[in-house]
């Protein structure tokens, strides 16, 4: 993306077989004596340009792991290596900043980025373009509908220029009309730009419809349950067929994950 652009690096970049590195992770919380194992001996590899969706039920540690990727938070034992540079974020919520028109949150990403001055303006109203936002450079956030919002929060993960794009269910409060629409765009985008992306979500066929593989956590500790290669090819509808069949297999799994661990 955007190799015109001069760019400070934030951490030193290595070229590597994988895009991130969770080398038998675990986490738990609490002091010691009354402490809660969330994960237990993750491992996964992200290769680069790989789009790998974390499914699991709601409190089974799909947001911890994903900030120990991020490097918000250590684990307990194994690491974590992210070979490109610091991950671009994005969560449900858009955190964008509401005094700041949609191009002048992008532009600020830019900022950090080191994209001088000159170029910033340009480059934002290409990103909103990539979102298809065209037009939208002078809106502010409560001039957004949802959708809108959640479009301008990619643009500015993607002004990060990261090699691995993290997502930690950004879609789970739109409306299913929306989020479709979304999942179509942000098929697109990674097509586009080569991004690796983790993907976090509870819904079986929203991991269905994006990824290239589909990773199972059990829960209470979160452990890799089991992992599904999908091979339809993309561009996929949620309602195709072969979506259907795959969800339901993997629902059955979920159950069965849910059944042996208590319920939430
Ligand atoms: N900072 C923290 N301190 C203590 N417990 C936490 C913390 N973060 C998460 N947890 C606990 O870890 C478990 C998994 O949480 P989370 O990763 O948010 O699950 P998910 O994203 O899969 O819904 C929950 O039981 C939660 O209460
Ligand atoms: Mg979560």
Not at 164 to 192: C, K, N
Not at 202 to 213: F, P, S, Y
Not at 243 to 262: F, K, M, N, P, Y
């Amino acid at each position: 993306m955007s190799a015109t652009l001069t760019k400070q690096p934030l951490t030193t970049e290595r070229s590597s077989s994988y895009a991130a590195r969770i080398d038998h992770v675990s986490k738990s919380f609490g002091r010691p004596g009354a402490q809660q194992q969330v994960l237990d001996d993750i491992a996964l590899d992200v290769a680069p340009g790989e789009f790998v969706c974390l499914l699991g039920a709601s409190g089974c540690g799909k947001s911890t792991l994903l900030n120990l990727v991020a490097g918000l938070d250590k684990p307990t034992a194994g690491s974590i290596d992210v070979p490109g540079g610091r991950p671009a974020l994005m969560f449900q919520e858009h955190a964008l900043f509401p005094w700041l028109t949609a191009g002048k949150n992008i532009e600020l990403a830019l900022r950090m980025r080191g994209v001088p001055r000159g170029s910033r303006r340009t480059e934002a109203e290409r990103l909103l373009g990539l979102v298809r936002l065209n037009g939208s450079y002078g809106k502010r956030v409560h001039e957004l509908s949802g959708g809108m919002r959640q479009r301008v929060a990619l643009a500015r993960a993607l002004a990060q220029d990261s090699k691995l794009l993290l997502m930690d269910e950004p879609f789970a409060a739109l409306d299913a009309i929306t989020r479709d629409v979304l999942h179509d765009e942000l098929t697109r985008i990674w097509a586009e730009t080569h991004v690796s992306v983790l993907f976090v979500t509870h819904n079986v066929r929203e991991a269905v419809r994006l990824a290239q593989r589909v990773v199972l956590l059990s829960s209470r500790p979160g452990r890799i349950a089991r992992e599904w290669d999908v091979e339809i090819p993309q561009p996929r509808r949620i309602e195709d067929a072969a979506v259907a069949d795959l969800s339901v297999e993997i629902t059955e799994q979920l159950r069965g994950e849910i059944r042996r661990h208590g319920q939430h």
